[in-house]
């Protein structure tokens, strides 16, 4: 039981680190589908450097700098080309796609012997607090401080934060490159310490399920953190339910439908009219816009 | 950021229209810089570039070797594209396809197994028939809560792909339609199998014939007129009458229909395969699908310009599996080349909205 509690707390740490760095890029009007993409060049790329040089840390400084540089990436096409953002996240989700395999295939299989990612007890990452901080911190920047507000005004309407002396595109810039650095991150803790392996698309539609996380925690970090547990949660009973259901005889592949399946539901129900007339979602009126100065 | 261009009596201009011509022009010089940007990988891989573009296009285009696999994966691709092209033209992005084609495989099977006794006349059309079925509602559920709720179509979609995967694994893995080697199908019956006309299956035609009858749709008739309306702008289509959710349930589908259609034409029409093979692989062939999206954009969403683009997709990734074996190059180099050649599309797109001038001279008369 141990065992599962602490794996489903690691599986929600991945969710929190992706999901917040792609609530702050929304937060600022960037969508990024290009989530899924952002998570395996974290994880193909920190794998690739524990393996190399027998180093943890720096595996995860590489995950995140090189999603840092594909954040910036997605920033440049859609903040200074103005190119549709849903063009530039599917290119960044295609290109990881082909460019991981590539690239990674080669050291498919665990980490070598002696290189293990930290755990307390042998159970949880310490990872996971620094997650639930991050949580705090992404609350208390965007809700209590100056910037905070210069990234909801720049995510609701750029023009006028431009006329009242915002730099929109700094600003936006700023979002999408902490955006990837979690992104990454999130790639790297997948592949560093809850997987400690690689093999073919180790990310497995985690990264649209944090996107669709976004939408669900209606752009709120707390609700964000619930979702992240409640989604760490279901993803691990569906890849290991004998551990709480034993009895139940369901094939495997039925309990394996379940995360998406309750994605599908709550997206639904938190788009119905009613719901948003009640709870008023916090969505940036200029997501997936680009901004044109002129 | 572009005063240096400025400097050099250049300038740039924002685009009030974008001609057809304009837009066939900047995919074809971001195809250029593809090659050029891949060209770069391939030295760092330690590869003559100039060699390895001639191992592509010989192996791909070479009836001796590539070029009937190419077709039949080019004419996979051209569905999958075309179930992408029409609902985009509403403004929908389908990422659908694989989940539609993996349930299009589900309702195929189903028919070919249950009523196997039927003349090759009569199973084939209903195979057909059943798939295209299964793959429309499958995309209709999409179109439904994209047109009811605004629910975000590509999250969605994604979330459907994984649970159609998950079915197909079912049946297969354990389940009802488990074969005798173990993680594949049962074999389809003969009778079933897709008749090859000049060495091609014969469902090369049907995509053609789809390809056709979508132009026509789009440029000729009034649903293709509120299809574009509903596209270019959901406002204009909504003060002019047009129904948001109809248009939406139909060209998703429609696309869904389409690419329910490919999985007849892959499992039945290739050799190769004639069952659904094991997960892996089913899987393989459901993430080309995604390359739909490349092709799709690639084209400017024509149905007639995506018979060209798809077999020129389809020729570069036949052609870059090629070096893996005939230049000992990684596994995933072909899905590589593609993916460059997304970023790169994604970032030509910039001059889908501005140009390059030249400025006039000071001394002109204008």
Known sequence: ?294 | MWTKLEKKRLKLERRLVLTGGDAVKISVFSIIATFVIFGILLIWAGVNPIEAYGEIFSYAYDPRFGLGLTIRSGMFLLFATLAFILPLRAGIWNIGAEGQFYLGTVGAFWVAYTLSDLPSGALIPLMLIVGALCGAGFGAITGYLKGKLNVNEIVLAIMLNNIAYWLIHFLIVGGPWMGTAESVSRPLPVSSWAPMIWEVPSTTFLVLAISVLLYFLLTKFTAGYQIRTLGSSSAAARYAGMSPLKISLFVMAVGGAIAGLAAYHLWAGDPGFHMIPKPQTYKQQGDLTYYGIVCGLLCVLNPLAAIPTAIFISGMTVGSSALVRRLGLGFGIDFTLLGILFLTLAAFQFFYQYRIVRRKKEGDVI
Not at chain 1, 13 to 38: D, I
Not at chain 1, 137 to 145: G, M
Not at chain 1, 177 to 196: E, Q
Not at chain 1, 216 to 243: C, D, H, K, N
């Open chain 1, 1 to 294: 039981m141990w065992p599962f509690v602490g794996k489903s707390l690691e599986m929600a740490t991945l969710f929190m680190f992706a999901a917040l760095g792609e609530l702050l890029n929304q937060r600022s009007g960037v969508l990024n589908v290009g989530l899924e993409g952002l998570m395996l060049f974290g994880a193909a790329s920190s794998f690739i450097t524990a393996t190399l040089t027998q180093n943890i840390l720096l595996g995860f400084l590489v995950g995140m700098s090189v999603g840092g540089a594909v954040g910036f990436l997605h920033g440049y096409l859609s903040i200074s080309l103005r190119v549709n953002q849903v063009v530039s996240g599917m290119a960044i989700w295609i290109l990881a796609f082909g460019l991981t395999t590539y690239l990674a295939n080669p050291f498919t299989g665990p980490l070598p012997r002696g290189v293990s990612s930290w755990r307390i007890g042998d159970l949880l990452s310490p990872l996971f607090f620094v997650g639930v901080a991050l949580v705090f911190v992404v609350w208390f920047i965007l809700s209590k401080t100056h910037l905070g507000l210069k990234i909801r005004a720049v995510g609701e309407d750029p023009s006028v934060a431009e006329a009242s002396g915002i730099n929109v595109v700094r600003t936006r810039y700023l979002c999408v490159i902490v955006g990837g650095v979690l992104g990454g991150m999130s790639g790297a803790f997948l592949s560093l310490t809850y997987l400690g392996s690689w093999s073919h698309n180790p990310v497995a539609g985690r990264g649209w399920v944090s996107l669709a996380l976004v939408f669900l925690s209606m752009w709120r970090p707390w609700l964000l953190f619930a979702g992240a547990l409640v989604f760490g949660t279901i993803w691990q009973f569906a890849l290991s339910p004998e551990i709480i259901l034993p009895a139940l005889g369901l094939p495997l592949q039925f309990y394996r439908m379940i995360p998406f399946a309750v994605t599908i539901v709550i997206l639904v129900v938190i788009s119905t009219e009613r719901f948003r007339k009640r709870w008023g979602l916090a969505k940036p009126a200029a997501l997936g816009l680009p901004y044109v100065k002129e």
